[in-house]
């Protein structure tokens, strides 16, 4: 039997038998007050993972009550989103590309303005040739492995090596690479490309791009939960873009490219470092938003 109680301030203790619905709309209006535009969205995806509900399932069984251990089991993760934890930490994935992907304390949460760098990656390939031709690709500061293993899932015939220096980092990625089947991923820990032979068709990634100084002000979803070496860029942000520069020349193969991840503001800086090592920068591409976010640089023939 469900719980009752005199109020819906705790959507886990309401004055009413609670229902999915109720409770799914409750856990809503808390996370508003508290300022998380995605609110719906997130109580949706939160009171289907306590339940083990997909989204079908939790609208065919919208008005079942709940019992006092499903209400405390909501309770417990709606709790950590209104400590700002990001939903995909609480429940251990995100999707990227229409690829499910398992995120850890070591890694970054893959963010969607990230699929522009996809986007440009493949419009490069696709610019010079087949899909279905060998590529090899290298993913500098891989992370959960999300660039690397969306450009494979693209690319039938294609290898690639991720880097990292996180070994916990790299057990995530392997894991994913694992459980989605693409066996033309390896991992390898080191400092960008130290480790690295090339050559490579195509050296991608999202680097960290923050200026240290900027950390402190970001939103508490990436500031208090994001790995600080994933996000901390230098004084101006700039720090594993110059790194970038110096190793990409020598590791690509003759007309093959550099594509990077760019923070707000970059692209100029970049475009210039670039440039400066020998690469011919292209037109940023924007994101969804009209950021510059993805930045090419091809190596001549």
């Known amino acids: 039997m469900a719980l009752t109680a005199t109020s819906l301030d705790d959507p886990a203790h309401a004055a009413v038998p ?38 079908a399932a939790l609208a065919a069984t919208a008005s079942r009550p709940l019992n006092a251990a499903e209400q405390n089991a909501i309770a417990t993760l709606a709790r950590r989103r209104l400590a700002r934890e990001p939903v995909a ?30 986007e ?4 490069f390939i696709d610019r010079r040739g087949a899909r279905s ?25 294609a290898c690639g090596i ?27 820990a080191c400092n960008m490309a130290a480790a690295l032979r090339g050559p490579f068709d195509l050296i991608v990634s ?14 508490p979803e990436v500031r208090d939960f994001d790995p600080r070496a994933a996000l901390d860029g230098g004084t101006d942000g700039l720090t594993f873009y110059r790194a970038l520069a110096a190793a990409a020349p020598a590791l690509l193969a003759p007309g093959g490219a550099l594509i ?21 920068p292209a037109t940023p591409r924007h ?8 930045l090419c640089a091809a190596k001549g023939p």
């Open 18 to 55: 609670l229902t999915i619905a109720r409770t799914r709309r409750a856990w809503a209006a808390k996370f508003r007050e508290c300022g998380i535009e995605s609110a719906d969205v997130d109580a949706r995806i939160l009171v289907g993972h306590a339940l083990g509900l997909d989204h």
């Open 89 to 118: 930490r609480i429940v251990g994935t995100r999707e990227f590309w229409s690829l499910t992907l398992r995120v850890g304390a070591a890694t970054l949460v893959p963010r969607p303005e990230t699929e522009t760098l996809i």
């Open 120 to 123: 440009a990656a493949l419009d």
């Open 133 to 157: 031709r060998p590529l090899r690709i290298a993913d500098l500061g891989t992370g959960s492995g999300a660039i690397l293993l969306a450009l494979l899932s693209e690319l039938p015939a």
């Open 162 to 188: 991720g880097t990292d220096v996180s070994a916990a980092a790299l057990a995530v990625a392997r894991h994913n690479a694992e459980r989605l089947g693409l066996s033309g991923a390896r991992f390898v």
């Open 206 to 219: 999202n680097p960290p791009y923050v200026a240290s100084a900027e950390i402190a002000g970001l939103a």
């Open 260 to 280: 990077a991840e760019l923070g707000a503001g970059q692209a100029q800086s970049v475009a210039t470092l670039f440039a400066g090592a020998g690469l011919a």
């Open 287 to 294: 994101d969804l938003n009209g950021v510059p976010r993805a």
